[in-house]
């Protein structure tokens, strides 16, 4: 088992497939402007098929393909059908913002694709446009329930929540999950990239999170699946819904994080929160073997040490102040969720 520097084995890889996205959502993506990749530096879809047999020769179980907006790539659906029938792999799924869905649902699940999130953080149509700034909820609404036709389960509902822009909703969306039968994840607001205009302020913490749910749907905590997924995941006492908490702001699990990601234009990740990466690009098109690529993979994660979050909470806590703008990192519609 390949192991970093903390005793993390590999064992979940996230592919952006584009940097690009329809939406600016205010936590993620708030330029007006910005430099896309060119087409030439985005991974081919053979490449990124190529990488991911290698990672899970390594150990990855889990694949989940991310953006930017990963419907916006085109034919996405030949690179479902490539990676969801690759040896060894337990689970493929998809994040996406919706838009589009409706439309493509049935080509992904055809493909292979079985499981989907989906960014839902209002159920009101002007708050939802505030939010993603360009978005229609009704389309995003209309992708779930389509998705759910065509038997994608489970789908699950991820909600960042802010102070002040959408912390009213919460029982409004855990009551949406419930009577339509997705799951839901809340999301604290993290400090991903540099844009976002981060401060600890702005953090509706876990607990206060599950304080409100607890008012009106009394929970059992059920844990983290697998003792290493993002989420501490919840119930309903009455064995109805799956409710879950991300909290990396509050609650940081980087002790357990088993997590690679690869950027659209092929650079390895080791962290959400990194400043830089690994270009593998340059050896895939440098005409570097499988071992060669093996070991480059092998040596980045074995001198992996990321813990941000962890150094994040001890410097809240130290009373010291902490400025995310001090903090350099690759911005979300680069990097992926």
């Not at 993002?230 to 609650?251: F, K, L, M, R």
């Amino acid at each position: 088992m390949l192991l970093d520097t903390l005793q993390r084995p590999v064992k979940d890889l996230r592919i952006s497939v584009t940097d690009r996205c329809n939406f600016r959502c205010t936590y993620c993506m708030p330029l007006d402007n910005y430099d896309w990749l060119d087409k030439s530096e985005v991974l081919t879809f053979e490449e990124i098929t190529r990488l991911a047999r290698l990672f899970i020769q390594l150990g990855v179980e889990k694949i989940r393909l991310t953006g930017g907006e990963p419907l916006a790539r085109r034919d996405l659906e030949q690179l479902v059908k490539s990676l969801s029938g690759l040896d060894g792999l337990r689970d493929l799924c998809l994040t996406t913002n919706g838009s589009t869905l409706a439309e493509k649902a049935q080509a992904l699940k055809a493909a292979g694709l079985r499981r989907l999130n989906v960014s839902l953080d209002s159920l009101k149509p002007d708050r939802f446009r505030r939010i993603t700034k360009r978005g229609d909820l009704q389309k995003v609404l209309h992708g779930l329930f389509v998705a759910k036709e065509h038997g994608f389960s489970p789908i699950k509902l991820n909600a960042v929540i802010e102070r002040g822009v959408n912390d009213d909703e919460i029982i409004d969306l855990v009551t949406f999950s419930l009577e339509h039968g997705f799951a839901i994840r809340f999301i604290e607001f993290m400090d991903v990239g540099n844009a976002n205009h981060w401060q600890s302020d702005t953090i509706v913490p876990k607990q206060e999170i599950l304080d409100i749910i607890n008012t009106r749907f009394p929970l059992r905590e059920v844990g983290r699946k697998g003792g290493s997924a993002p989420s501490v995941d919840y119930q309903c006492v009455d064995g109805s819904g799956d409710i879950g908490v991300i909290a990396s702001v509050t609650e940081p699990f980087c002790s357990s994080c088993t997590r690679a990601r690869l950027t659209a234009d092929g650079r390895l990740v080791t962290c959400l929160f990194a400043n830089t990466g690994h270009n593998l690009k340059v050896l895939l098109r440098g005409g570097a073997s499988d071992d060669r690529l093996l070991d480059v993979l092998q040596q980045v994660w074995l001198q992996r040490t990321d813990r941000y979050s962890e150094e994040r909470l001890a410097a809240l806590r130290s009373g010291a102040g902490y400025d995310p703008k001090e903090h350099k990192k690759i911005e979300m519609i680069s990097l992926g969720g």
